[in-house]
Each structure stands twice: as structure tokens, then as C-alpha cells.
């Protein structure tokens, strides 16, 4: 474990949320198979066992969040269905409080599931009147074509707004990086209508505020545990929130020591399991 911050000037860290593609567990390119990571299951299991409330928070789309569970815990993963988030979980809050009743997914049927649990109508490119709506939501689509595309340009023309589940060029799997879909995509949609982007998932505040608020704790008492600089740990420090880095995914120890330290995660954890002995969080993480 190596510290990157002024530990112990930290608040007290009372609430985690994972990361999970590079921290938790490596998926394969198709999201069809799953290598959990060492220590995974024991922290998450400890924590659980310890009552310390902890999320899961993907910025992959492709599942509904209860099937994104279901999922893991036949990995192994202890992750009950309301700890694990999504951004198309963010993009349900946020529709739904800004009264939009009708949105054009771009996406598999999993990325529009917790806009239509929340209430929100879903349409899908080639249905009747799908550029009539009051926003576009970009997630995983690996089928996207031209057609998804001008759907999305002409609902966004006639004034629908543009939600963005992950602007994150690559993510962590075992065959190395991998494209982020929905950055693509995106790239093209705002090539054609300038559109302002709404993003949903992590790095923007909106995600570590709902985090937060599942968690029920104020954003400073959270501890954000992640693979990426420019994610986890750039959402942990423009919000407040504890940054810890691990190793698993796409930063090595070297690479978060040549950040500068504003960019830096407060602790770079060697294991994942180091997590529950950190230093100036042992008391929080080893609560009877």
C-alpha cells in the first residue's frame, strides 16, 4: 500500500463504492465471461459481514442493474441487487426529476431496463415516431449503425436532450483495453448537432452524488475504490470523496506515481485486500 495524500487528514470513511471492470473482476470482450479478481469476494464479504454499506458502480450499460447482480453472484460476487448502480441507474433519477416522460435509447434493451422501471417510456430506433421524444440516452451498443445515429440527430434537432452513459474511450478486460461503445457513438452525434452531453455515468458529479445518496452518507465520507485516473479517481477528488487506486486494471504502481498529485488517488492499495487494513482507516474497515 502506498500513500498518495495526507492520510491522516482524511475524514473518516464510513461507505465504499467499486469499481468494477479492473477492480472487482475482468470480463471478456463480449461481456459474456468473468475473471474475479484476488480479494474481490473476501473485502466485499467483510463488509457485508461488518454492516459497512458499500455499492457497486459500473460505467458498462450493456445489464439491467438486477441482472448485473444476479450475475455476479454466480461468480461470487455477494452484491444484493439495490448495491449494484449503473449509469442507466443515474440517468432514471435524473430524467425522472427533470420530468422527462419519453426517451430514445441507444442501446441494448438492458441499458433503457431502469428507465422503464422508473416509469420513463423507451423507444428504440426503427419504432414508431423514436425521434419524438423529450431525450436521447446513449449506452452499450455494439450493434449501432447509421440508422441508430440519425434517429438520434433528429430527436436531438427537434429539441431532445443528449444523456450519455460513459464518455470512457477504453475499459479493463482480460484481452486488454476495450473500446467504450458509447464514446463512439457519442463522437458522432455531437460531430453532427453540437449537442451539450449529460453524463451519467463516472467521472461527473451526478454519479458520485447518487452514489452517495444509496449509501446515505455525505460525499466526503465515501471511499471511491477504482482502477482508472481519470474515472474513479478524478470523480473521488472533484467531489470530496476518499480515492484509492488499485493495481488490477489498467494502472500499475509506476503509472499512479507519475500523476500529478491532484490527480493522484489519497492511497494506491498493492491489494485489494489492503482496503481492510489501511492505516488511518483500520478503525472504520475492522468495526466489530
Not at 4 to 11: E, I, M
Not at 79 to 95: G, K
Not at 142 to 169: F, Q, T
Amino acid at each position: 500500500m502506498v500513500e498518495t495524500g495526507t492520510v491522516p487528514a482524511l475524514p473518516p470513511v464510513k461507505g465504499c463504492m467499486f469499481d468494477l471492470d479492473g477492480t472487482l473482476l475482468l470480463s471478456d470482450r463480449s461481456l459474456g465471461g468473468y475473471e474475479v479478481l484476488p480479494d474481490a469476494i473476501e473485502v466485499l464479504g467483510t463488509l457485508k459481514e461488518r454492516s459497512i454499506p458499500f455499492v457497486v458502480l459500473t460505467n458498462g450499460s450493456a445489464y439491467a442493474p438486477a441482472e448485473h447482480a444476479r450475475k455476479l453472484r454466480g461468480i461470487g460476487l455477494p452484491i444484493e441487487d439495490e448495491q449494484m448502480l449503473t449509469p442507466s441507474s443515474v440517468t432514471a433519477e435524473h430524467m425522472t426529476r427533470r420530468g422527462i416522460g419519453r426517451a430514445l435509447v441507444l442501446g441494448t434493451r438492458g441499458v433503457g431496463q431502469a428507465l422503464a422501471d422508473a416509469g420513463i417510456q423507451t423507444v428504440y430506433t426503427g419504432e414508431p415516431h423514436a425521434s419524438e421524444v423529450q431525450a436521447v440516452y446513449v449506452g452499450w451498443h455494439p450493434e449501432c449503425g447509421m440508422k441508430d445515429i440519425e434517429a438520434a440527430c433528429h430527436a436531438i434537432w427537434a429539441g431532445a436532450r443528449l444523456y450519455v452513459a460513459s464518455d470512457v474511450p477504453f475499459f479493463a478486460t482480460r484481452q486488454g483495453r476495450t473500446i467504450g461503445y458509447s464514446y463512439a457513438i457519442v463522437g458522432a452525434i455531437r460531430r453532427m448537432t453540437r449537442a451539450r452531453m449529460i453524463l451519467t455515468g463516472k467521472p461527473s458529479l451526478a454519479a458520485l452524488r447518487f452514489v452517495a445518496r444509496k449509501l446515505g452518507l455525505p460525499a466526503r465520507h465515501v471511499g471511491v475504490i477504482g482502477d482508472d485516473p481519470v474515472v474513479e479517481t478524478l470523480m473521488a477528488r472533484r467531489g470530496g470523496a476518499v480515492a484509492f487506486g488499485v493495481t488490477t486494471g489498467f494502472t500499475k504502481l509506476e503509472d499512479w506515481e507519475r500523476l500529478p498529485p491532484a490527480r493522484r488517488p489519497h492511497l494506491v492499495l498493492a491489494r485489494l485486500g489492503d482496503l481492510l487494513t489501511c492505516g488511518a482507516l483500520a478503525q472504520t474497515f475492522q468495526k466489530p
